[in-house]
């Protein structure tokens, strides 16, 4: 009852209080409202009247300026004019042109429409016209005596303003000069003059004094052209104007104000007459714009009054109710926010205990272990907790297994980890600043799993002085994730070395094919060209017989091409064997020798070959690829060395090599342009050049060095290269052979044991080596690298009654050639004494004139222990001339059947065969050739000469027919392939199927006479 | 009702004006179909020859075709005067072929009407210079009209190197000799504005530009005389200069058509010389001989204001009809307040564009029907009072 007696006398109180507000807010407003209207209406009032006085002096300055402004401009042109006759000179008037052009100067200066002199006949004369002018201007039917101004009657509704002044003493053409005027527009005169707004409320205008209009403009309500007197005695005048002192005012010039009502409108006129014309400045001004003016400020006024007046009440009606609700809201507020606080300290609570329990799960199973430690206000740790998970994760079970202290932790720390992980421990535990923070990893001893990974990080409660108060830290087993990302590391080296190298070999390979179209193009133009002139000039065989020279050496480096770029494919492709027989190392260098001495001699290189310690001369290897290996060697050295530069090949025996082995080492050494140290680090990549051809203008393919060393390496050898650019280069080949006889023989050999041998030679290894051999067969050598010691010695020798027992002398040597060394030599010791020229370069030329000298014997560079051997041990005898020139073999009259189904092919093989004397029978298929060879029968064929390549039936099955036909004689017939098939495994597949040799296209004609001189004979 | 008095029935009219004249005459003909064809049977009756002024051929001295079109209109009236006179020319697109021209004009007299063609060449030239073609001209008349002074400046001229002369001829018979000797003497001669010495007046001239039917123009202002008076009544006549091609032709199409109408009389007939002062003394003149006189015929521009004049003054407006040709001011201002009936207003401004046009391409070698008209025709308007208030604003802005 209390309760609600409480609450209805309090609302009672609200609605009183409610009531006093609103009734307050209603009065303030009412007398707000009355102020405004009176205050807005004295306003009205007093503001009409003071803008109407404002405007009529506006008017009046405002009309008094314009017709100044008017008086103004045409008062400038009349000066214009003055100006002009000022400047106008006799040499002006010397003509019609120059009166014309001086009329168009004025004109253009001043901007005016038309500038005129008119004579006295009437004749005006302007810039581009001469025309009679009386009718047209009526102020030259009048005497004039100073300035006029006069609006011309132009038609098209175009009026013209013209300031014409009398002219005195000038004559043109005999005629006096009477009138000089100018033209404008009225238009633009006034253009800037006009009043008119966007809604035409304030007009501008000139008119006569008779009220004519001076312009086409309209006027308020009057039509453009409208007589302002005429029109206006239809207005109806206000109080204080009149018509008739309007007109008055017009009549007399006088300025003046008038408002009317016209045409409905209340109107203010402004007049004022134009200085020196008999125009009269009109303004015009509609008296509503004024008014309206005001009575839209003064209704704005109070029509933004009143609703301020109402913003306002209604504002304080608003705060006033917002103030009452939000003490109420308060107080409901406060008694909610007591009972939330209560909820969410419980829901805190049950939060935390949910956290901690999803905590353990997640340590448990990411298998993190806590630990914790606390530390007093000295820093010293007073407890050490490790959690059962961390326990676990190092292998023990239990606190007794490992116990709560840092020790059990720290003991197991790895010893390279240890004093990283210990000073990272303590150096954040004594950090009062709190910056630094634990986050390691080490390597612990675990129970059962050997060493392993961990990371362990941690964060320090502080005291307000920044001493520990509690360390909590995680630590985590990343053994596994660290291995890997050792293992993904490695990948990902392997992986980008493997982009590397196959991006450096497409790039190697895409030079290659610009190289390739280069260097293919260039021999095959020459080929192609040469032919095209031999053609052309068949009839001069000796330019026939350049042109094809020079065809030859362009086929053969094509050819070369071919091979190297056939051959590196074959051995990536590895088809390439190496077959090892028995070969003779002395052999094998002679012939290396043999083949590149044309070159050195053409390129005018020097040449040295020689050996070292080589003991083992008979090896098991593949005799092919390692004469390939020093060929390509020596090309590479010669093609990159200049005329007058050194190459040379040096074999040595190395003592290092298992037994039934030698090691050997082929030095091949140049002075050419040598090589930079990037570029040595890929000498021996594929398709590799330091400059391309085009470029150092030396052709090759850039495989040579790679198919050498894919060589070497199949051999299981080594290769190696130094090099300085500019200086030369030396490439060094390490292979292992196996012994197929013993060594050379070492013993002495009786007769020489304890002689004197001499040994002259310009290079010193050459002394050395051929020293070394003498003084294993007993003698007592001594070397001289100049030929003119050489003969001081032997005439101190012979002096010494110890003479030289055999000389060895180098052919070429710098101070003194061997030939002159042998003669000088020859004559102090007689005629008895082996002298042996050792030279690497063919000695045909010099040999009669070498034995005239008194030399005993050649011995061709590298001379090996046997050699040298075999020679001494000779009776010291002079040996027999050697043959020259083998005999031609003699195949005139034999009969060769020629299967080839190309017909360039047949033309070339007939004629070389036919060349040599050889009858041929020509057939295109292997199947006509078997019938061929039947129909024949025995002995009518010598040999056929077989292609592989056939239509019908191919060589190989050709020849297996043939030796299966029951006739021997038939069958036993000698057969050759001849074939574009030029790789080993076409050689052999020729000799399994039967036949008896192979020739490789295109034909080397040496090799083909001497394959079927061996075959025939 | 304005109607347009056009030249088009002529032979060398269809050479000359082409489209344009043959597609008025056209129309010309459905206004008479539409509006007077209970006239139309009078009309054949009277003159004994079809309608269509279009079929009309043959020299302007008597072969016009009896049906007069002018017969059909019922009600003038003033009606469209805006393209009466067109100031808004433009150049035809022509490209001259050099930067600079000169010509000479010699016309009959000095006199306002020609002040409207001297306007229209100013306009021209301005263009012209616009494009970076500069026209040098002369346009010059004697104060009285002189066949012997016109035949003077054209000598004088002929010597002082002019890229083509023109003339407005005072007298065909005097002086198309001299035009031809200029001709011959490789001289580039046209003629222009009112007159021209046509080629079967045996002129050598190569161009003409300006009224090419002022015998139509004479006719058609007679027969709305004739109209106005009801067929019936005494006329005077008067001409400007004797033997000016243009004023001559139009007096003897206003004979013909008196001629047709047998209660048509012409009583008078006289010349002004292009003088105000002469016609207002001779139409005085006029109405004391003639005291029931009841219309003039005036074929100038100076005839109808001194007609008007005298008119006035004597107090006989409202008894004698007074039609002639041009604009002058105060002229139509007399029609305005109804004391001129009709006047026939020509297109001054486009006869001195034109003539310009026209010289420029014979100064370039032009060819006459290849180039440009060998006739270049402009147009005459009827004004009756009800549009001389339009003409006074669009000719002289002048509004009451």
Not at chain 1, 484 to 500: H, S, V, Y
Request: with cysteine; net charge negative.
């Amino acid at each position: 009852m209390e309760r609600s007696q409480y609450t209805g006398a309090k609302g009672t109180q609200n609605r009183q209080t409610v009531a006093f507000a609103i009734l307050g807010g209603l009065i303030i407003a009412a007398i707000l409202l009355v102020t405004t209207v009176w205050v807005s209406g004295t306003a009205r009032t007093g503001t009409r009247e003071a803008v109407g006085r404002i405007s009529e002096f506006y008017l009046e300055e405002l009309a008094g300026r314009r017709a100044q402004v008017v008086s103004g401009e045409l008062n400038t042109h009349f000066t214009y004019i003055e100006n002009a006759l000022g400047i106008l000179e006799p040499a002006d008037l010397a003509s019609q042109e120059s009166l014309c052009r001086f009329l168009g100067r004025v004109r253009r200066l001043y901007g005016v429409e038309k500038f005129a002199l008119v004579d006295a006949d009437g004749i005006v004369y302007t810039e581009h016209s001469v025309t009679s002018g009386l009718s047209r201007y009526s102020f030259l039917s009048e005497e004039l005596t100073g300035p006029v101004v006069r609006t011309a009657n132009l038609y098209g509704a175009k009026k013209q303003v013209t300031l014409a002044m009398p002219v005195e003493d000038l004559s043109f053409q005999g005629k006096q000069l009477k009138v000089c005027f100018l033209q404008l527009n009225i238009d633009e005169m006034l253009s800037s003059l006009t009043l008119e707004t966007g809604v035409n409320e304030t007009y501008c205008n000139l008119y006569y004094r008779n009220g004519t209009s001076l312009t086409n403009n309209s006027f308020g309500n009057l039509m453009a052209g409208q007589n302002l007197l005429t029109a206006l005695s239809e207005a109806e005048m206000a109080n204080g104007s009149s018509y008739a002192r309007l007109t008055e005012d017009f009549t007399s010039g006088r300025p003046g104000q008038a408002s009317f009502r016209y045409a409905g409108i209340q109107e203010d006129l402004c007049y004022m007459p134009v200085e020196g014309t008999n125009w009269m400045m009109t303004i015009l001004i509609r008296d509503n714009v004024l008014g309206e003016q005001i009575s839209s400020i003064s209704s704005g006024m109070l029509r933004r009054s009143i609703i301020q007046i109402a913003v306002t009440v209604a504002a304080m009606l608003g705060v006033f109710a917002a103030l009452i609700g939000q003490y109420r809201r308060s107080a409901r507020l406060l008694l909610q926010q007591e009972k939330a606080d209560g909820d969410r300290i419980r829901a805190a609570y049950a939060q935390i205990e949910r956290e901690q329990t999803a905590m353990d799960i997640i340590h448990a199973a990411l298998g993190s272990g806590l630990w914790s430690m606390e530390f007093n206000e000295n820093a010293e740790m007073v407890s050490c907790t490790w959690t059962d998970v961390f326990r676990n994760m190092l292998g023990y079970e239990s606190e007794e297994d490992f116990p709560n202290r840092l020790e059990s932790w720290s003991d197991l720390l790895y010893e390279e980890d240890r004093d990283r992980v210990l000073r990272a421990y303590w150096d954040t535990v004594m950090d009062y600043t709190g910056e630094k923070t634990y986050d390691v990893e080490y390597r612990l001893l675990t129970r059962h799993a050997g060493w392993r990974w961990f990371h362990a990080a941690g964060r320090l409660s502080r005291r307000e002085d920044g001493s520990p108060i509690s360390f909590v830290g995680l630590f985590l087993d990343v053994d596994d994730a660290r291995n890997m990302n050792e293992q993904l590391d490695l990948q990902r080296l392997d992986l980008e070395d493997a982009l590397a190298a196959a991006q450096h070999a497409n790039r190697a390979k895409t030079t290659f094919l610009n190289n390739m179209s280069h260097d293919i193009r260039t021999p095959m133009n020459a080929i192609i060209g040469f032919t095209s002139l031999a053609a052309a000039h068949i009839d001069h065989p000796e330019q026939v017989q350049d042109y094809l020279g020079k065809i030859t050496t362009s086929s053969n480096h094509l050819l070369s091409l071919i091979n190297d770029v056939l051959d590196m494919s074959r051995i990536e492709s590895g088809k390439v064997k190496i077959e090892e027989k028995e070969t003779s190392l002395p052999e094998c260098m002679h012939d290396l020798k043999t083949i590149v001495q044309a070159d050195i001699a053409s390129k005018q290189l020097e040449f040295y070959i020689d050996t070292a310690d080589v003991v083992n001369e008979h090896v098991l290897c593949d005799k092919l690829r390692l004469n390939q290996i020093l060929l390509n060697l020596l090309s590479n050295a010669m093609k990159f060395t200049l005329p007058g530069g050194m190459v040379g090949v040096r074999i040595i025996q190395k003592g290092a090599a298992a037994d039934g082995w030698a090691a050997y080492e082929f030095q091949v050494r140049d002075t050419g342009i040598g090589m930079s140290k990037e570029f040595q680090a890929h000498v021996f990549e594929p398709f590799e050049r330091e400059r391309t051809s085009t470029i150092s203008g030396i052709q090759g393919t850039g495989l040579g060095m790679a198919i050498t060393k894919n060589i070497v390496d199949m051999m299981g050898g080594a290769i190696s290269v130094a090099s300085e650019e500019g200086k030369g280069t030396t490439f060094t080949v390490s292979l292992q052979f196996r012994i197929c006889s013993g060594p050379v023989r070492q013993e002495v050999i009786p007769q020489l044991q304890g002689l004197r041998a001499l040994v002259a030679d310009d290079d010193f290894n050459t002394c050395s080596s051929v020293t070394k051999m003498l003084s294993i067969i007993g003698m007592r050598p001594d070397w001289t690298t100049s030929g003119k010691e050489a003969v001081l010695r032997t005439k101190l020798a012979v002096e010494q009654t110890d003479a030289y027992a055999a000389y060895i002398i180098d052919w070429l040597m710098p101070d003194m050639n061997g030939v002159e060394v042998v003669r000088r030599i020859r004559g102090l010791i007689g005629g008895d004494t082996p002298i042996i020229i050792l030279t690497a370069y063919d000695w045909a030329d010099i040999e009669e004139e070498a034995r005239d000298a008194g030399v005993t014997a050649f011995c061709s560079k590298p001379i090996f222990l046997s050699e040298l051997r075999e020679v001494l041990e000779s009776p010291f005898a002079a040996p027999g001339p050697e043959s020259s020139a083998e005999q031609a073999a003699d195949l005139t009259g034999r009969r060769l059947l020629l299967a080839e189904d190309n017909e360039l092919n047949q033309e070339i093989a007939v004629e070389i065969l036919q060349g040599a004397g050889l009858a041929v029978d020509v057939v295109g298929d292997g199947a006509v050739a078997l019938e061929k060879l039947k129909e024949a029968g025995p002995g009518w064929y010598d040999l056929i000469l077989m292609d592989i390549q056939m239509p019908i039936m191919d060589g190989y099955e050709a020849t297996q027919q043939i030796r299966a036909l029951e006739d021997p004689r038939l069958a036993h017939i000698p057969i050759i392939a001849m074939t574009a098939n030029a790789f080993d495994e076409d050689r052999r597949a020729a000799l399994e199927a039967g036949m008896n040799g192979h020739i490789a296209k295109p034909i080397d004609v040496p090799k083909l006479m001497e394959l079927l001189k061996e075959l025939l004979e | 009702m304005r109607k347009k008095a056009r030249g088009a029935s002529r032979s060398q009219d269809h050479r000359s004006g082409g489209k344009r004249s043959f597609r008025w005459s056209e129309q010309w003909l459905r206004e008479l179909r539409e509006t007077g064809r209970r006239t139309l049977l009078l009309a054949a009756l009277i003159g004994g020859c079809g309608l269509g002024l279009s079929g009309c051929t043959g020299s302007p001295g008597g072969n016009l075709q009896p049906a007069e079109p002018t017969q059909s209109v019922a009600v003038p009236s003033g009606g469209d005067t805006a393209s009466a006179v067109r100031f808004d020319r433009e150049l035809d697109g022509y490209q001259p072929h050099k930067r600079a021209y000169r010509f000479y004009f010699t016309y009959k007299v000095v006199h306002p009407w020609w002040d409207a063609v001297a306007l229209g060449m100013e306009d021209a030239a301005r263009q012209y210079e616009d494009m970076g073609v500069v026209i040098d001209y002369e346009y010059l008349a004697p104060g009285t009209v002189s066949a012997q002074d016109q035949i003077r400046r054209l000598e004088d001229a002929a010597g002082r190197e002019f890229d083509v002369i023109g003339v407005d001829v005072a007298d065909v018979a005097a002086v198309t000799p001299a035009i031809n000797a200029l001709i011959a003497d490789g001289q580039r001669v046209m003629t222009f504005s009112s007159s021209d010495a046509a080629r079967e007046d045996g002129c050598t001239r190569i161009a003409y530009v300006g009224n090419t039917h002022n015998y139509e123009d004479g006719a058609a202002l007679t027969e709305a005389l004739c109209e106005k008076l009801g067929f019936r009544g005494k006329v005077a006549i008067l001409v400007g200069t004797e033997g000016a091609p243009c004023h001559e032709d139009r007096a003897r199409g206003a004979q013909d058509v008196l001629a047709r109408y047998p209660e048509m009389e012409l009583v008078e007939l006289d010349y002004d010389g292009d003088s105000v002062d002469k016609a207002y003394r001779l139409t005085q003149d006029f109405l004391e001989r003639q005291p029931d006189l009841a219309g003039i015929v005036c074929c100038n521009m100076s005839n109808p204001v001194g007609a008007a004049r005298a008119v006035v003054e004597a107090g006989r407006s409202d008894s004698v009809v007074i039609v002639g040709m041009d604009h002058d001011q105060e002229a139509l201002r007399y029609l305005r307040s109804g004391v001129i009936y009709a006047l026939g207003v020509q297109d001054c401004y486009s006869i001195g564009f034109d003539t310009i046009q026209v010289a420029v391409k014979i100064a370039d070698g032009g060819r006459p029907e290849e180039d440009y008209p060998e006739k270049t025709e402009e147009p005459t308007t009827l004004i009756y009072q009800d549009g001389a208030a339009a003409m006074l604003e669009i000719l002289y802005g002048e509004i009451l």
